[in-house]
């Protein structure tokens, strides 16, 4: 079946220090999404990526689709500490509704 | 964005018995409705996936027999724990899909069974 990875598992940064996610997936998808869920939470929608080697900015966020829309990436720049929780891709693979959740990343920022 | 509400938020119950959670649509008709379970520290696991007025198709390792889902209407879908075991204990949460791809979530409800 579909597999969506996502690496790396944890990542503890500075406040003010970049942070990179990245996801692969082991079928072609139709669209990419990706999630914010904050400790105690659900999951939070954050944006959609449907065309390949799409770019989207969201303030200080940067999502990617790669050109053979198996793979994406989510970056932040001058990580907060609100931007503390762990960030999942979930993958729509072609003819399927339901999404596919990566591993997630966890992101600790320190003050 | 849109609001999926979903009920209860905890519960704790005695081993064997049965939990029901629901998962409704307020404003807007979702067509399907995504069950997903989630362990400490892990990522969200699709449980099953259900239609209004259609039986759910169930993810492979998951016991149609044990987490029973109706979604009798286009606004509520509800998942039944039966004989609810400490194993079970997890966070579960609902998706509402309507005609747009992105998915909404309900709250969740971390369910204890002691």
């Known amino acids: 079946g579909q597999q969506v990875m996502q690496i790396p598992q944890y990542q503890h940064v500075q406040e003010g220090e970049d942070f990179t996610t990245y996801c692969n997936s082991s079928t072609t998808l139709s669209n990419i999404q990706w999630y914010k869920q904050r400790p105690g939470g659900h999951p939070v929608f954050l944006i959609q990526?449907?065309?390949?080697?799409e770019v989207k900015k969201q303030k200080r966020l940067t999502f990617q689709f790669g050109e053979a829309k198996k793979n994406s990436s989510l970056h932040i720049t001058a990580t907060q500490t609100t931007d503390v929780g762990t960030y999942f891709c979930?993958?729509?693979?072609?003819?399927?509704?339901?999404?596919?959740f990566g591993s997630g990343t966890r992101l600790q920022v320190q003050p | 964005g849109a609001v999926v509400s979903q009920h209860p938020s905890r519960v704790i119950c005695k081993s064997g018995t049965s939990v029901k959670i629901e998962c409704r649509s307020l404003d807007f008709q979702a067509t399907t409705m995504f069950w997903y379970r989630q362990f400490p520290k892990q990522s969200l696991m699709l449980m099953a996936t259900?239609?209004?007025?259609?039986?759910?198709?169930?993810e492979q390792g998951v016991e149609k027999d044990k987490f029973l889902i109706n979604h009798a209407s286009l606004t509520l879908s509800t998942l039944t724990v039966t004989s609810a075991h400490p194993e079970d204990s997890s966070f579960y949460i609902c998706s509402a899909s309507g005609v747009a791809t992105e998915a909404f979530f309900g709250q969740g409800t971390r369910l204890t069974v002691v």
């Open positions: 259900s239609n209004e007025g259609s039986k759910a198709t169930y």
């Open positions: 979930a993958g729509r693979g072609t003819g399927r509704r339901a999404l596919t």
């Open positions: 990526l449907v065309k390949s080697g």
